[in-house]
């Protein structure tokens, strides 16, 4: 017998620990959360009430579910493009040979490995009236104000911290792909007369550089799909639903409010939004 | 790329401009932390003018942080020892046994990465719910005893260790439970490091799962824990700020021994 040897029984026996709770809170569930978002749900007396689509047809009537998605969207396309920029500038600037690289570099990532709800009450604090960021803006003649109690301002700032605690993180997947580009590249777009560093940027850098920065965009759309914490954290979902975004409201509508039977639409609904992403992110990861 | 004298200057003062930025906030927690906490605030005076350390005790005292970090600790501890154990055990039968339906089993397993946790809550919280396991250890841990990522690193990871050791013991009659115990673990050292890290510090940090998964106050985590300090609290920033800090002080202590590790991890597989 082989090390790659035929045995069916012992691989199942290895697998087993695994796939139970794969199969249990992940598979079933998917099944689940279709056959919920069909029914009124009372999950206390394990009642199903089939409505058909209901539940959806409640979400698209409300206001809330749009304001929800609105307002996700609001979030995706704020963090996701300006995490990214300033992810690949710190990348940019830390890829240099500067003193004191490492303790840098650890300075910007240390936010990623604080809790999402340890970050969201220094920045709750920071933003408070009377605190740092009100005083800091006074000398620039700007009014202090409660931020996290603004509905203009209140997502920014969620978005702000947000940017602040995820930077560190991309940064890193950008210095590995910038760190895979060949030093031969930038000599010879510099023999060809590329050697300036917006034109060695351009030439070289960012084309090289675009399967990491596909990656990053990909994950990062995702990831603020996803996001909660900083919302949970900062403003709890408001003030009147100004940061109520689509994982906040099924959290609300489920678990405030016993709906399971719409917030498993709602699920349902970024469920197809996630899916389409990871099939886009394959075609063209294919194509490429 | 060749670089002026002025240029690098001029990167170096912003590389370091921009490292304080991201680390301000941090060091700021922890000045607040030590404030007087009648004037926490702060404004732009952002240093204490007077050191109270008593922050720490009173706010350790207010609610029950001892029992949420005992509470904390054994989550992240069984689950990340758990997700270790299943990864191990899969990820060496997908690298290395041949077995009916294996290719479709390892496409299943990935499959399991694409929906976020959030948004199979709902069905999970039912399942959870008819096992009366709410308000449980088990609640926090059973459900993420399996990772499809962690399957994945030592799949992939096996893979690139040459056969010849494993056949070797084979002809001495060693069983595959030995084989991985013996021969293919120890040269996983790094990755389990790396998963331990990863698995530890994102239980640690999680508010997610307690949140909705828990509702006595036996069964707080310390996340959990902090929200609810945050609520009754408020603008206490002198005791808010202390609670963040021995809340944080695990995880990034942690990424602090490993970081080395952790980075490197990252770089590799884009793994969070």
Do not use: C
């Not at chain 1, 992940?26 to 089939?50: A, C, G």
């Not at chain 1, 940017?163 to 777009?189: C, D, H, R, S």
């Not at chain 1, 099924?250 to 990871?278: E, P």
């Not at chain 2, 055990?89 to 089993?105: D, P, V």
């Amino acid at each position: 017998m082989s090390a790659h040897g035929r045995d069916t029984r012992t691989a199942y026996l290895f697998l087993l620990p695994a796939l139970l709770p794969l199969a249990v809170f992940v598979l079933y569930p998917v099944v689940n959360l279709l056959w919920t978002s069909l029914h009124r749900s009372d999950i206390l007396r394990n009642e199903l009430t089939f409505l058909g689509l209901a539940n959806y047809r409640a979400l698209f009537a409300g206001e809330d579910f749009g304001r929800a998605a609105w307002n996700t969207l609001y979030y995706v396309a704020a963090t996701v493009p300006l995490g990214m920029a300033v992810s690949l500038g710190l990348a940019l600037l830390l890829n240099t040979e500067i003193r004191g690289l490492g303790l840098l570099r650890t300075m910007v990532f240390t936010p990623v490995v604080t809790s999402a709800v340890a970050a969201g009450i220094v920045f709750v604090w920071l933003l408070d009236e009377r605190g740092p960021a009100s005083a800091l803006l006074a000398l620039f003649g700007v009014k202090a104000q409660r931020w996290l109690q603004s509905e203009v301002w209140a997502m920014p700032a969620v978005v702000l911290m947000s940017v602040w605690k995820q930077a560190g993180y991309n940064m890193v997947l950008f210095l590995a792909g910038l760190q895979a580009i060949p030093e031969t590249y930038y000599e010879a777009a510099a023999l060809d007369g590329a050697g300036s560093p917006w034109r060695a940027f351009r030439h070289v850098t960012w084309p090289l550089l675009w399967p990491t920065t596909f990656f990053v965009l990909v994950m990062s759309v995702i990831q603020a799909f996803r996001a909660f914490e900083p919302m949970y954290v900062m403003t709890r979902g408001g003030p009147v639903g100004s940061t109520t975004t689509l994982v906040y409201f099924i959290f609300d509508r489920a678990f405030k409010y016993g709906d399971m039977g719409q917030a498993a639409a709602a699920s349902v609904l970024l469920a197809v939004v996630v899916l389409g992403i990871t099939w886009v992110q394959f075609r063209v990861r294919r194509d490429a | 790329m060749v670089h002026s004298q002025g240029g690098r200057l001029f990167r170096q003062v912003l590389a370091v401009s921009v490292a304080v930025v991201f680390i301000l906030p941090l060091l700021l927690m922890i000045a607040t932390s030590l404030r007087d906490p009648r004037d926490a605030a702060a404004g732009l005076q952002l240093l204490p003018a007077r050191v109270h350390v008593g922050n720490y005790a009173e706010a350790w005292r207010a609610t029950n942080f001892g029992r949420q970090f005992v509470n904390s600790l054994l989550v992240a501890l069984l689950v990340t020892f758990g997700q270790i154990l299943t990864s191990l055990l899969a990820g060496y039968a997908f690298a290395r046994m041949e077995f009916f339906g294996r290719k479709t089993l390892f496409t299943i397993v990935l499959a399991t990465m694409i929906l976020p946790f959030q948004i199979l809550v709902i069905p999970v919280f039912v399942v959870l719910a008819r096992l009366g396991w709410v308000n449980s250890y088990a609640a926090l841990v059973v459900p993420s005893l399996a990772n499809a990522f962690g399957i994945f690193l030592f799949a992939q990871f096996f893979k690139t260790i040459p056969y010849e050791l494993e056949e070797a013991a084979m002809l001495d009659g060693a069983s595959r439970w030995t084989l991985l115990w013996k021969i293919l673990v120890p040269l996983a050292r790094p990755a389990v490091a790396t998963l331990f890290m990863f698995t530890f510090i994102a239980e640690w940090n999680d508010l997610f799962k307690p949140l909705v998964f828990t509702s006595t106050k036996n069964m707080r985590t310390v996340q959990l824990g902090l929200t609810v300090f945050q609520e009754q609290f408020k603008v206490e920033y002198a005791l808010l700020m202390a609670a963040v800090v021995f809340v944080t002080v695990p995880s990034v202590l942690l990424f602090f021994l490993g970081q080395k590790q952790f980075v490197k991890g990252i770089a590799t597989t884009g793994l969070k």
